[in-house]
């Protein structure tokens, strides 16, 4: 079948503004929109730029709007789409090129709720011991893929870049829930500050664009309740 793709394309070395590039592309059905991006960057136009690595979902790398959403392209078929594609780059961060936008602050973020075990009692003989129950708390949070589509469909990030934004406050839950953690005071002020999760407003929008079906908002909500039920 033949697909129309209109891709965003930006090079700041040469263009004042971005612009919609148009390519028609011959696909199979079942190819996903990567595959789509692949054909046009391999045998149309070497130039168009984006990211991609694993091609199977697990990365997180190649997440962009697509149709007016935020989607990995690796996980998008064609068919569900129809014959005609809009790809733009992730709103809300700088684009760098075409379809590559800037996640150093998204990732700086990730990085100030100490996304890493953090322990100050001495460590047992072996390793530390946690149930089924304990461990299902924070499953879903797991499953996050860092890939930025929560945090960029995020009407409150949009507002506010300085918001921690939802990706984060998932891997904090994913550190808070667990009960071999003992750094959950430094992580809790750290996401009670006013740039925290009391800059959700339960929008739900990341809910909607996450790739893993993580329940954002549940998670987002257990971290209130944990500050609350910590201060009180
Ligand atoms: Fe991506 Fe979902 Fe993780 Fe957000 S919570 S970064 S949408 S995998
Ligand atoms: Fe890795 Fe799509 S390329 S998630």
Same mark, same amino acid.
Request: include cysteine; proline fraction near 5%; charge should be positive.
């Given at each position: 079948?033949?697909?129309?793709?209109?891709?965003?394309?930006?090079?700041?070395?040469?263009?004042?503004?971005?612009?919609?590039?148009?390519?028609?592309?011959?696909?199979?059905?079942?190819?996903?929109?990567?595959?789509?991006?692949?054909?046009?960057?391999?045998?149309?136009?070497?130039?168009?730029?984006?990211?991609?690595?694993?091609?199977?979902?697990?990365? *997180? @790398?190649?997440?962009?709007?697509?149709? #007016?959403?935020?989607?990995? =392209? $690796?996980?998008?078929?064609?068919? !569900?789409?129809?014959?005609?594609?809009?790809?733009?780059?992730?709103?809300?961060?700088?684009?760098?090129?075409?379809?590559?936008?800037?996640?150093?602050?998204?990732?700086?973020?990730?990085?100030?709720?100490?996304?890493?075990?953090?322990?100050?009692?001495?460590?047992?003989?072996?390793?530390?011991?946690?149930?089924?129950?304990?461990?299902?708390?924070?499953? *879903? @949070?797991?499953?996050?893929?860092?890939? #930025?589509?929560?945090?960029? =469909? $995020?009407?409150?990030?949009?507002? !506010?870049?300085?918001?921690?934004?939802?990706?984060?406050?998932?891997?904090?839950?994913?550190?808070?829930?667990?009960?071999?953690?003992?750094?959950?005071?430094?992580?809790?002020?750290?996401?009670?500050?006013?740039?925290?999760?009391?800059?959700?407003?339960?929008?739900?929008?990341?809910?909607?664009?996450?790739?893993?079906?993580?329940?954002?908002?549940?998670?987002?909500?257990?971290?209130?309740?944990?500050?609350?039920?910590?201060?009180?």
């Amino acid at each position: 079948m033949e697909t129309r793709f209109k891709i965003k394309r930006f090079n700041p070395e040469k263009d004042e503004k971005s612009y919609w590039g148009e390519y028609d592309v011959e696909v199979e059905p079942t190819d996903r929109v990567l595959d789509g991006l692949h054909l046009i960057k391999w045998y149309q136009d070497g130039t168009l730029t984006l990211r991609r690595s694993c091609g199977h979902g697990i990365c *997180g @790398s190649d997440a962009m709007v697509i149709n #007016g959403v935020n989607r990995l =392209a $690796c996980k998008v078929l064609i068919k !569900d789409l129809g014959k005609s594609i809009t790809v733009e780059p992730m709103r809300g961060f700088r684009v760098i090129k075409d379809l590559v936008v800037d996640m150093k602050g998204f990732f700086e973020k990730y990085r100030s709720i100490k996304p890493y075990l953090i322990t100050d009692t001495p460590p047992p003989e072996k390793e530390r011991l946690q149930s089924p129950e304990e461990r299902e708390r924070f499953d *879903g @949070s797991t499953k996050c893929i860092l890939c #930025g589509a929560c945090t960029t =469909a $995020c009407p409150s990030f949009w507002a !506010d870049k300085e918001y921690v934004g939802p990706a984060a406050i998932v891997q904090a839950h994913r550190f808070l829930m667990d009960s071999r953690d003992e750094g959950k005071k430094v992580r809790l002020e750290i996401l009670g500050d006013r740039e925290g999760v009391w800059r959700c407003r339960t929008i739900f929008n990341c809910i909607e664009a996450c790739p893993r079906d993580i329940d954002v908002a549940g998670a987002i909500a257990d971290v209130k309740r944990a500050i609350l039920f910590n201060k009180s």
